[in-house]
């Protein structure tokens, strides 16, 4: 499967953007989906996964309450709502996919597939 991220750009802190993670191919619904991010210097780290159904979503503990993943079958797409967004947010931020179980959607060694990357900067 090929991913196709997008959405990112310059936005204040408190403000909210969408990404967009467009992905080919017919077996999109087979894939439990998550977005990472890395910031300069930093290394990639996971901030949200759903499962193929979107049953069940996961977030990591710095982004609870401010960011929602959500999927569309129909569309091949994955989603990641940002809302009130803080500088330490910045980074670019990369879709991926994986077949494996839930129990590990959290985890980046786990996902075979990764779009681009697109950039996320929260000015102060």
């Known amino acids: 499967v090929q991913l196709q991220a997008s959405g990112g750009g310059l936005v204040q802190a408190g403000g909210s953007l969408r990404l967009s993670c467009a992905a080919s191919g017919r077996t999109f619904s087979s894939y439990a989906m998550g977005w990472f991010r890395q910031a300069p210097g930093k290394e990639r780290e996971f901030v949200a996964a759903i499962n193929w159904s979107g049953s069940n979503t996961y977030y990591a503990d710095s982004v609870k309450g401010r960011f929602t993943i959500s999927r569309d079958n129909a569309k091949n797409t994955v989603y990641l709502q940002m809302n009130s967004l803080k500088p330490e947010d910045t980074a670019v931020y990369y879709c991926?996919?994986?077949?494996?179980?839930?129990?590990?959607?959290?985890?980046?060694?786990?996902?075979?597939?990764w779009g681009q990357g697109t950039l996320v900067t929260v000015s102060s």
């Open positions: 991926a996919a994986t077949t494996s179980a839930d129990y590990y959607i959290t985890r980046r060694s786990f996902y075979d597939y």
